[in-house]
């Protein structure tokens, strides 16, 4: 089982200097290899042909008569004549370099993929300024981490061949066996993640619980059992700050220093704010996998569309009140990647831990009475849910319900609680 694990590096200057140096020509090698396969996608189309043992769909490239894919195997030869063009490629490590034209090759595959399920797709995008963030060593050459005992403290140095050393935060312990690492540039700091490779976790005790989980505005999730998870208080500090920054950031003039440093001053909020999402989300998923045997949310994806009203925007971009986010108060786009990160975090933890994970059809799952099944049409801004039956209960609560309902009629028997049910 794959398992990462992010720390913050301390680079010096000059480190950090190498850093940003490697990022940039990371992004040139990304952008002249998509140039050169769009060249050819172009001008010859797509077609199928043989790499190895496997059938792969590539776009080929004719030179004099022969057809040759343009393909990952080929651009990696390649490497080798562009770092005879352009000799600072010399410096950096020839995984990276590799691992940087195997991300393009998973972009096109992807693309391909998608062409052939009759989507369509749009074309893979060359990388702007701020859009290449990270690198990669894919196996064990080119770097090395080195640790050492500080009073309590674990204090960590990684190596990075030709770009310098700089300390590691390791606030948690590395664990497994590391695969690749990768750095990465969020804003002005700059992070490692260990991408490791740790045994399966024993699964837990099984549960004879189950739940519906409403996700929701106003609370984080409602539970069928009527137990409700609320958003952290801290979301509204950080939403403040957020929201006086894009103020400011309308003040300063395009294309000026100040606006930049605005900008800056912005996704560090985003940051901080995607952070502390993710640690409390893990903390809220832990306890639900670890108590519940059977976990049934609706599919997000659909909710969206059937539930709240279409987020509205001003000239800025940033998020205006509609009806459903103003209730909680809270910017959607702060809810709206919640609920898919928790859901994520839900189903990984589930599969080590021999949990059940269901996502059912949201459908008037609030409307529906969860105790008689009538329907009973409500706004959304009705928070009660009363049925002429006398069920009398809050309205997610009575949607969380019914979610359950509908994930076990999913699943089956293949639960182990539906034998002692
Ligand atoms: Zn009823």
Redesign the pocket.
């Known amino acids: 089982m794959k398992k990462a694990f992010k720390y913050r590096l301390y680079p010096d200057t000059a480190t950090e200097k190498q850093l940003s140096w490697t990022l940039t020509r990371c992004r040139e090698l990304y952008n002249a290899a998509l140039a050169e396969r769009k060249d050819a996608y172009q001008q010859y189309g797509r077609v199928t042909v043989m790499q190895g043992s496997e059938r792969v769909v590539a776009a080929m490239m004719v030179t004099g008569r022969q057809i040759r894919p343009m393909s990952f195997y080929r651009q990696k030869r390649d490497l080798v004549d562009i770092k005879e063009e352009r000799p600072e490629y010399q410096e950096i490590a020839s995984h990276v370099l590799q691992d940087v034209l195997s991300r393009l090759d998973k972009a096109f595959a992807a693309f391909f993929r998608r062409i052939k399920n009759g989507e369509t797709p749009g074309y893979p995008r060359f990388k702007g300024r701020n859009r290449y963030e990270s690198f990669t060593y894919p196996d064990g050459a080119g770097w090395k981490l080195t640790t050492e005992e500080q009073g309590k403290k674990l204090a960590g140095t990684l190596h990075l061949t030709k770009i310098g050393r700089a300390r590691v935060r390791l606030h948690r312990p590395i664990e497994g066996t590391i695969k690749t690492i990768t750095i990465k540039r969020e804003v002005d700091q700059w992070y490692v993640i260990f991408s490791c490779e740790v045994e399966q976790p024993e699964p837990l005790p099984v549960s004879y619980e189950e739940v519906g989980i409403d996700l929701g505005v106003t609370y984080l999730a409602t539970l069928s059992n009527g137990e409700m998870i609320e958003h952290p208080r801290y979301y509204r500090k950080a939403q403040e700050t957020l929201e006086r920054r894009q103020q400011a950031l309308s003040r300063k003039k395009k294309g000026s220093h100040r606006r930049e440093r605005a900008k800056r001053l912005i996704g560090k909020a985003h940051r901080k704010i995607a952070r502390q999402r993710r640690d409390f989300l893990h903390k809220q998923s832990r306890k639900l996998i670890k108590r519940y045997q059977v976990l049934v949310f609706e599919d997000i994806q659909t909710a969206n569309l059937t539930r709240r009203p279409k987020p509205k925007r001003d000239d800025n971009g940033t998020f205006l009140p509609n009806g459903a986010a103003a209730k909680g108060g809270l910017n959607k786009s702060i809810l709206d990647a919640g609920w898919g990160i928790f859901m994520q975090m839900c189903t990984s933890k589930a599969e080590g831990a021999g949990r059940s994970i269901a996502k059912v059809d949201p459908k008037f799952s609030s409307q529906v ?1 969860s ?4 329907v ?1 049409k409500k706004e959304l801004s009705e928070r009660w849910h009363s ?3 006398g ?1 009398e209960l809050d309205r997610d609560v009575n949607a969380a319900i019914n979610i359950l309902a509908r994930g076990k009629r999913v699943l089956g028997g293949k639960h182990p609680t539906s034998a002692t049910a």
């Open positions: 009475c105790n008689c099944g009538q009973r049925c002429d039956c069920a």
